[in-house]
């Protein structure tokens, strides 16, 4: 890695490749230091995920029927004005200053910190702004979120939407993390408006939810399956007049399996007037369906990285080391020990692996943060904030945390486990070198019989360096590992479930000529799980080798089964009226 990897004492070729809890009762588990609470939005205990602006927060009342009927003519009485602002004669305006934004939006990204745009921003804001319906690509990290926000609530502020008048854009995110972060982005930039925002996510107090919405959000996020959930049961929740439907990481959003979700929420709102965007960091060929669905003919289509050599962000070193199955352990653990004053997020394939090697490295005091998509979304929640707060310290996580989310100085991305394709490799590493002018590492294990991904990274236009990680480096903890993983129940028991998890991820994944399971060696891959013989455990791998896709999780539409309307019942049952704020 040169110069800039003595610190995880990594040293770089000089060429490059042209293929390119179960709980433990024995000791504490030790957090990450924090810093101060300005970096990122931290819980409190206070009321909701929807947050009215105080100067309006007194109008929140039910619409009764005539003001349904004047909002709406309001609305439309209004809505030619937000075409005729003028935009200045620069093709691509560099400053926030040199766009026509209202005063209370300059202030507000005044406040943020924020001159300067990056290019998604500079080349997507002023179409959006006289109307348009775009369809975005961009770079993970490139600000694409303040890039749809500000246009959107410059068309709530010019059209004087009120609580009354129901919702007025909605925008579309794929996981709750994330959608929890535009949230944050959203009650910044209204800081000085009038208009109200609010959150619906799944694993929330639904009841709750929905009695804000009755009361009138105009600034809706939301994540598919509880979106669709309130459009079909909700009632009192106006939506007729929608004006902007923003759909944010749509591959992400039709690749967790929100598909039908989605087509079931375009034909439901109303498409007359609606200006739509649509952001994708890959296009597929799914995207591309959706964006004929819920675009308007003739939309723009914004590529601001077609024209570059990379497909990763600039700033990003990137490499891989080539590892054996049971030095693998061994050799995150010496990475790790050398880098404790580094912010780290190590990617892991399966929840289960997540829970064993972050209880493993807090029981041996290598303190370690855990994210997974089996924790509860409180759980997940303080997380990723106590993270984000933190000036150093390790989050093990799935890809639950790869896309979109933007966690502040993050120095370096391990992908301990390879990803399934070169898009999950482009979202993991955009965790780091984010922003502008920012820099970042990233280091992938790959072992032997895998380096044929490295083919399918070049032709992505992905560039890696081969690094090697001296033998005498790595610290030779294997017969301890083995020790107290034999006489711990509870690291036994994740080791195991752990090892269950690698192996069936293994086989799902769709690379098949490059992850081939045939080809792993059990004996070494129990190895890194602490093992000295490969334990007995229960695999189902399908004939196809796919893991099946959730099932819309949090919505409940009308398509689903009686398994999924059981699982509704439940949910309710358990509600406790309960929620919280998040706030900077």
């Known amino acids: 890695m040169a110069s800039a990897s003595h610190d995880a004492s990594l040293q770089s070729k000089k060429r490059k490749r042209s293929h390119a809890h179960a709980h433990l009762p024995e000791k504490k588990i030790p957090k990450v230091k924090q810093t101060s609470a300005s970096k990122q939005p931290k819980p409190e205990d206070s009321d ?42 620069t093709v691509d305006p560099v ?126 996020i939301a994540t598919p399956g509880r979106l669709l959930d309130h459009l079909q049961n909700t009632k009192g929740f106006i939506f007729r007049n929608l004006k902007a439907l923003i759909i944010d990481e749509a591959d992400r ?30 296009q597929t060929t799914k995207v591309q369906d959706l964006a004929r669905i819920s675009l308007r003919p003739g939309p723009l289509y914004i590529n601001v990285d077609q024209d570059k050599d990379n497909s990763t962000v600039d700033g990003l070193e990137q490499g891989y080391v080539v590892c054996e199955s049971d030095k693998r352990f061994l050799l995150l653990f010496s990475f790790l020990k050398r880098n404790l004053k580094k912010k780290i997020i190590v990617f892991i394939s399966s929840c289960n692996g997540v829970k064993y090697y972050a209880e493993l490295l807090n029981y041996i005091d290598l303190p370690v943060l855990d994210l997974h998509g089996k924790q509860k979304q409180q759980k997940r929640t303080n997380t990723f904030f106590e993270f984000c707060n933190a000036d150093h310290g390790t989050l093990i996580c799935t890809n639950v945390a790869a896309r979109g989310l933007d966690i502040p100085a993050v120095d370096w991305i391990v992908q301990f486990d390879p990803p399934d394709d070169p898009r999950d490799y482009i979202h993991r590493v955009g965790r780091t070198a984010r922003g502008m002018d920012n820099k970042g590492k990233s280091l992938m294990f790959l072992l032997s019989s895998e380096l044929g991904f490295l083919r399918y990274l ?31 129940y509870y690291l ?93």
């Open 48 to 89: 909701p995920q929807f947050a009215p602006d105080k100067s309006s927060q007194e109008h929140l009342e039910p619409q009764d029927k005539d003001d349904t009927v004047h909002a709406a003519e309001d609305v439309q009485g209004t809505i030619s004005d937000i075409s005729s602002i003028p935009f200045p004669s």
């Open 253 to 282: 959003i039709l690749e967790i399996g929100f598909e039908d979700e989605m087509r079931q929420i375009i034909k439901i709102l109303p498409n007359e007037n609606r200006q739509s965007m649509l952001f994708s960091a890959t």
């Open 458 to 488: 070049k032709a992505a236009k992905i560039p890696l360096n081969e690094y090697e990680f001296p033998s005498s480096k790595i610290a030779n903890v294997q017969s301890q590992l083995q020790k107290l993983v034999s006489k711990n």
């Open 492 to 584: 036994n028991k994740a080791a195991k479930d752990g090892y269950r998890s690698y192996l069936q991820a293994y086989a799902s994944y769709s690379l098949k000529a490059v992850f081939d399971i045939n080809q792993l060696d059990l004996a070494k891959v129990a190895k890194a799980f602490g093992f000295e013989v490969p334990p007995k455990v229960n695999i189902t791998v399908g004939a196809s080798g796919k893991v099946e896709r959730r099932g819309g999780g949090g919505g409940f539409g009308k398509k689903k089964d009686q398994h999924f309307a059981k699982q509704r019942n439940s949910i309710f049952r358990r509600e406790d009226g309960k929620s919280q704020q998040w706030s900077r």
């Open 95 to 220: 400053n926030f200053s040199d766009l026509n934004l209202s005063v209370q939006t300059s202030k507000a990204i005044d406040s943020m910190k924020f001159t300067k745009m990056t290019q998604i921003q500079a080349r997507t804001i002023p179409p959006l702004m006289a109307g348009r319906d775009v369809l975005g690509a961009a770079k993970t990290g490139s600000g694409k979120t303040l890039a749809f926000l500000i246009p959107a609530i410059e068309l709530l502020s010019a059209l004087k939407f009120k609580p009354r008048n129901g919702t007025g854009v909605i925008v579309v995110s794929p996981t709750r993390e994330l959608a929890l972060q535009i949230f944050g982005v959203a009650k910044e930039l209204l800081e000085y408006h009038n208009q109200t925002f609010g959150i619906v996510i799944g694993g929330a107090n639904r009841r709750a939810e929905a009695e804000k919405l009755v009361k009138g959000v105009n600034l809706l």
